[in-house]
């Protein structure tokens, strides 16, 4: 479960340690494990929330002030992302930013789910943007408030590992088949 | 400024002519009825006895365009002097409300004093109590001085003028005038000794509810054309703000300012008794030059212990008995004797005022005189403080009073640590150079004079179904003890540590209160309700509780103990009318929680309506108030203070505390130190009880109630009352 | 560094540090003070302006960001949901203190711009990034709901 957790993890296996798993199926389990030390990570999942208001903080506590997804994930009218957030951190004001800073979709939901249930759910079309597994890990790898995550500025703990590590996982358990934790 | 020298001929009770902006003006200053004794000529007089300046030593400006302005002695910074102070000219002198003005007085203690403190202030919900007789009497003055220039001028009667919203009528011979017309001859004519005041049966405009008497200020605090003293600009001026040491009573062992002066824009840093004060030329590069100072702070003499650390000794030390502040029978043998004996420990902690406005001042020093405009609300202390740090007789300095974003306490310090900061650091850079002085949202949170943390331990027993005995022992600071306020402490209680709880509405056969007074180097300070603050929470939540172990229902429950508050029994009642109270519930998942408390001589009850939010803390629906503060003078700006008052209050109940960390307020802005925001904020119905006593303060009496109501519903929602605050906390 | 700003309407040429939060500029350099200080952390509103149009907390951008796009602050407001706002804001008697309430308005006519009759939940939204100290809320979203009315036909 995706929960505030005290010493969140701060580095991640490398892709080809996983080699030595014979079985393509426990090696993409494992792989995917391993990838899930980020998707679960506060700054990830604070903008994945199950509800319409993200959170804030390693404890993961609800935004303040309350804002919420809105029609397209960009906030309520009059109080959108780009009230507060602009294209960049900005250190001064301790506001992180991005060129799109906005929730992702609620069926994008990693709040409270178990890593076999986000496992499902990254590669659902129905769920994930409509996007192929390949679009899946261009995303995770290229996007660049996928890599904010690991640098989030204003003293925030960064996403484990490095963003390219990341994408080797998710590279190497599509690879592996693509295979899910269970439950 | 208005100001002509005084003819010598003129006696200081008679206000001279004035050319002013707009025209003639004529200036009536008295003194209040209180001191009429004193006579004007002595609080006109200065030292040498002579008289300055007119205008400004004045209470009323009458121009030939008919505008006229009241100088109100009080700061306003929201809580409604400016409109309420003028209403009581307006309504003696039969002004039209349409041309009312208002602005502040400047500083000076003789003729803008406070008569609830003998000096000039503003605090403890005094403005319109102190000021209700002494404006009515300006306003009377100046009106029967209008009346005799108008009868002089028309030769006629004077008895057999009118004067009608700003219009002076001679009926036979069917002749008007304005103000402005008489203003200059009025000007001329001696004060009248005694003047008649209305019947409060006459009244017009004082008490009046239409929406007519809207409030002076309102237009100019919507388009963003209001002045606050941040908003100073003067050609040359610095911007400075103060690294101050992290600990309370922290001092610098070593300062490194090489980084901060190279910084652009970054003018000087020097060291002040405060902290480390960066002189910039603007705001952003002061803020940029101090992140760069290097300092290291002596904290030997510092505060290290943590909150939970004072709270657990705080909590030993109510379980001993402390000095007596009230106690009548024997407690201590009604509880033994009691059928049940209920006990509860309630705990609140340090809170910051944190106005909308940071602390800020701005000072102009040549030298020889000086100039400071700032949110004073102690004008007479900040004055001479200021005096005193650049050496000069107060004489020669200025203080003006503006605009303030907020203070709920915070600028009326006892200390006068702001205007002492803002004239050291003038001085440490030496004169001539302006400077205007700004405390950043860190610097506010984390700078002290906080509502005291305080522990109750209460005790009540139960005998035949009836409440016998109740006993209370408090624990905390007081703010009052080694400041110029210290005389106050009488038999070593505070009466601001014990107010609410020395003396409760309920008759109770035994009864004590007890204090122990600690010694903590946190600076504290009186905050919006002061001792109300937690006294009013801990007793409205063990009546309840009391109440409810015996199952009795909360207002009749109350009503039945309350033969002699006559005043608070009527506020219950009232508001119990205006819910339409049924009892606690739960219904539908809602329960209702009731308060009521005196403070400030104003009677307030209010009943919460409130579900459970879960995670999220209690949800609070809808509060009913009724208020009985004497004579309503602007129903409107009371209802306000009731609905800010509840708001204020339950904000902080909810979700605010600054704790220590060895010493360190641990929040240091609106996100952890957390305010109450409009998704938060209740719907409120407000009745304003009728009453012919005289007036009495709104500014703070709306805050106490709303924290134990809250809680009480809580309580018949099957979650505990909570002990300590804030509830969120409490709740997560 | 030069940055030429477009602020209701006209055109400020500011040497500043380019990481200098918008709002300083504002009201330090080009002397609108309207626009208030309250907490420097996109926590409080109250230096909510618009930024082509949009309202933006001007404490969190730094001047740098700004480029092209106009900037419009309570000085500058106009519009019939401006005069709206503010002659509601008026007639409820909303402001207490009023130093939060430049941002107020800003939010409260950027919301009538996009919502034309708001819903309480509505004002919610649009108006909870604006913290008020003295708690004037129950006035604010009563002046809200008689700007949207007083727009209406």
Redesign the interface.
């Known amino acids: 479960m995706a929960q505030p957790n005290a010493t969140p993890a701060s580095e991640l296996r490398p892709a080809a340690s996983f080699s030595s798993v014979a079985n393509a199926r426990d090696r993409a389990v494992a792989l995917f494990q391993e990838a899930a030390k980020v998707l679960q990570h506060p700054r990830c999942v604070n903008c994945h929330p199950r509800g319409d208001r993200p959170m804030q903080t390693d404890q993961m506590r609800p935004h303040e002030p309350m804002v919420v997804r809105g029609a397209d994930g960009h906030g309520a009218p009059g109080l959108t992302c780009t009230t507060c957030h602009g294209n960049a951190n900005y250190e001064t004001a301790r506001v992180p930013g991005d060129l799109h800073w906005h929730l992702a979709p609620a069926s994008m939901a990693w709040e409270g789910m178990s890593v076999g249930q986000i496992c499902e759910q990254l590669k659902d079309p129905k769920r994930n943007g409509n996007r192929t597994l390949a679009a899946v890990i261009d995303h995770a790898s290229n996007d660049s408030l996928v890599k904010w995550g690991w640098n989030p500025g204003g003293g925030r703990t960064p996403a484990p590992g490095t963003n390219a590590e990341f994408g080797e996982l998710l590279r190497a358990w599509a690879d592996a088949g693509a295979h899910c934790p269970a439950g | 400024m208005l100001m002509q020298p005084m003819k010598s001929h003129q006696t200081v009770s008679r206000r001279g002519v004035v050319q002013g902006l707009g025209g003639l003006i004529l200036a009536v200053a008295l003194p209040g009825t209180a001191h009429a004794q004193s006579g004007a000529a002595q609080v006109l007089k200065g030292d040498g006895g002579a008289v300055a300046a007119i205008a400004p030593n004045a209470f009323v400006r009458i121009a030939s365009d008919d505008i006229v302005t009241v100088l109100v002695k009080h700061i306003e910074f929201g809580q409604g002097p400016w409109t309420g102070l003028a209403t009581l000219v307006a309504e003696e002198l039969d002004a039209d409300w349409s041309q009312m003005r208002a602005e502040h007085a400047p500083a000076n203690s003789d003729l803008y004093k406070n008569f609830a403190f003998g000096m000039q202030g503003t605090g403890g919900s005094t403005a319109i109590a102190n000021s209700f007789e002494q404006m009515r009497t300006v306003g009377a003055t100046a009106r029967a001085m209008l009346l005799t220039a108008a009868a002089s001028a028309w030769n006629v009667p004077v008895g057999e003028l009118t004067v009608d919203r700003g219009t002076i009528r001679h009926a036979s011979s069917k002749r008007e005038g304005r103000f402005g017309q008489f203003a200059e001859a009025a000007a001329k004519l001696p004060v009248p000794a005694k003047v008649p005041l209305k019947d409060p049966s006459a009244f017009t405009l004082i008490g009046r509810d239409d929406g007519s008497v809207k409030k002076l200020d309102s237009a100019a605090k919507s388009n963003g054309t209001a002045q606050f003293t941040i908003d100073i600009r003067e050609p040359d001026m610095l911007t400075v703000v103060v690294a101050r040491p992290p600990r309370f009573g922290g001092k610098v062992a070593s300062l490194d300012a090489k980084e901060a002066l190279a910084q652009p824009g970054v003018v000087d840093v020097k060291q002040i008794s405060s902290g480390v004060a960066v002189y910039a030329q603007g705001t952003y590069q002061a803020m940029q030059g101090r992140s760069r100072l290097k300092i290291t702070w002596d904290d030997s003499a510092a505060e290290k212990r943590s909150s939970d650390q004072l709270i657990e000794e705080y909590r030993a030390l109510a379980r001993k008995p402390g000095l007596v502040a009230r106690q009548h029978g024997n407690v201590e043998a009604a509880l033994k004797l009691a059928d049940k004996a209920l006990e509860a420990e309630y705990v609140f902690p340090y809170l910051a005022h944190a106005p909308m406005e940071p602390l800020d001042g701005f000072l102009r020093w040549d030298g020889n005189t000086a100039v400071a405009r700032f949110g004073s609300q102690l004008q007479t202390g900040d004055h001479h403080a200021i005096a005193k740090v650049l050496g000069l007789p107060p004489e020669r300095v200025q203080v003006e009073t503006m605009l303030a974003g907020g203070s709920f306490g915070r600028r009326a310090q006892a200390t006068m640590h702001l205007a002492v900061e803002l004239a050291e650091a003038a001085k440490a850079i030496g004169p001539n150079r302006p400077m205007k002085l700004v405390w950043t949202r860190e610097d506010d949170i984390h700078g002290g004079y906080y509502r005291p943390l305080f522990v109750h331990r209460l005790r009540g027993g139960i005998r035949d179904g009836r409440i016998t005995a109740w006993s209370n022992t408090l624990v905390g600071q007081s703010f009052l003890r080694g400041s110029p306020f210290e005389k106050m402490i009488k038999d070593g209680i505070d009466a601001t540590s014990v107010e609410g709880s020395k003396e409760i509405p309920y008759q109770v056969a035994d009864f004590r209160c007890d204090l122990h007074t600690t010694d903590v180097s946190i600076p504290t300070l009186w905050w919006r309700s002061v001792g109300h603050t937690h006294t009013g929470y801990a007793v409205e939540c063990f009546i309840d509780e009391l109440l409810e172990a015996t199952g009795q229902d909360p207002v009749s429950g109350r009503l039945a103990l309350m033969d002699k508050a006559p005043r608070a029994a009527g506020v219950l009642r009232a508001v119990a009318d205006l819910a339409g109270w049924k009892g606690p519930g739960p219904t539908n998942g809602r329960a209702r929680g009731v308060a009521v408390v005196e403070s400030f001589n104003t009677y307030v009850a209010q009943i919460a309506e409130v579900s459970d939010g879960g995670r999220e803390g209690p949800r609070v629906h809808k509060v009913w108030c009724a208020v009985d503060c004497g004579i309503a003078v602007n129903p409107d700006v009371i209802r306000a203070q009731m609905e800010g008052g509840i708001g204020y209050g339950l904000g902080h109940v909810l979700f605010a505390e600054v704790s220590l960390d060895e010493g360190r307020p641990v929040q240091s802005n609106f996100d952890g130190y957390r305010s109450l925001r409009i998704h938060e904020m209740p719907e409120v119905e407000v009745r304003i009880v009728q009453s012919g006593e005289k007036p009495t303060g709104v500014g703070e009496p709306g805050v106490p109630p709303i924290g134990p109501a809250v809680a009480n519903a809580m309580a018949r929602l099957g979650l505990q009352r909570p002990r300590r605050l804030p509830i969120v906390r409490a709740v997560s | 560094m030069t940055f030429q700003l477009s602020v209701n309407g006209r055109s400020h040429a500011v040497d ?2 380019p ?3 918008l709002l ?1 500029v504002l ?3 080009i ?1 609108l ?14 230096c ?1 302006v618009f930024l082509d149009g ?4 001007s ?4 001047v740098s ?1 700004v480029g092209s796009q106009s900037v419009i ?3 500058g ?1 106009s519009g019939r949901e401006a005069e709206a706002v ?1 002659r509601a ?2 007639a409820r ?10 941002g107020q ?1 800003m ?2 006519v ?2 009538l711009t ?2 034309k009759k708001p819903s309480d939940r ?20 009563a002046a809200i709901h008689d700007a949207a009315k007083s727009l209406e036909g």
């Not at chain 3, 404490?59 to 730094?62: D, I, K, V």
């Not at chain 3, 649009?126 to 004037?136: E, K, L, Q, V």
């Open positions: 500043v540090d990481s200098t939060p300083w009201r330090d350099t002397g003070t309207g626009t208030k200080f309250g907490c420097g952390i996109a926590q409080c509103g109250a909510t949009k309202p933006l907390r404490c969190a951008l730094p960001a602050t309570i000085e407001l503010q804001w008026v008697d909303v402001p207490q203190c009023g130093y939060c309430q430049s308005v939010s409260a950027a919301l996009e919502v509505d004002i919610d939204l649009a108006m909870t990034g604006n913290i008020c100290r003295c708690a004037t809320y129950v006035r604010i979203r």
